[in-house]
């Protein structure tokens, strides 16, 4: 498997838990949660990926969206969590610390006993 398709599954795989935890923080617009992510070089996306992954997480309840005026430009949509989003956030960072405390320990050749 190629590095960077690798990467790319793992990247997709951990957007939602990315986005809430940036929501988890307070409402932002679209544009903002993108320069979020692209301040950490592994979770950078673009504005075309996001925009549908907030319309699937807004559909399911995990985050809700309100329209307000920009002061410099059109009024912009921004998006906070709500209360079942930050109860999905919970459950999803505690299996993601379980996973990843379990695959790191996996990689530096340790065993379930240590």
């Keep these: 498997m190629e590095k960077e398709s690798w990467t790319s599954q793992i990247r997709k795989g951990v957007l939602e838990?990315?986005?809430?935890?940036?929501?988890?923080?307070?409402?932002?617009?679209?544009?903002?949660?993108?320069?979020?992510?692209?301040?950490?070089?592994?979770?950078?996306?673009?504005?075309?990926t996001i925009y549908p992954l907030l319309g699937r997480l807004k559909k399911a309840g995990l985050i809700d969206s309100v329209w307000r005026e920009s002061p410099v430009g059109p009024p912009r949509k921004y998006y906070d969590l709500t209360s079942k989003g930050a109860n999905e956030l919970n459950e999803m960072a505690c299996a993601w610390f379980s996973i990843s405390r379990e695959l790191d320990d996996l990689v530096k050749g340790g065993s379930p006993e240590s």
């Design 17 to 48: 838990l990315a986005i809430l935890g940036i929501l988890n923080r307070g409402e932002m617009y679209g544009f903002e949660i993108v320069s979020r992510l692209q301040e950490r070089p592994g979770l950078a996306i673009s504005a075309g």
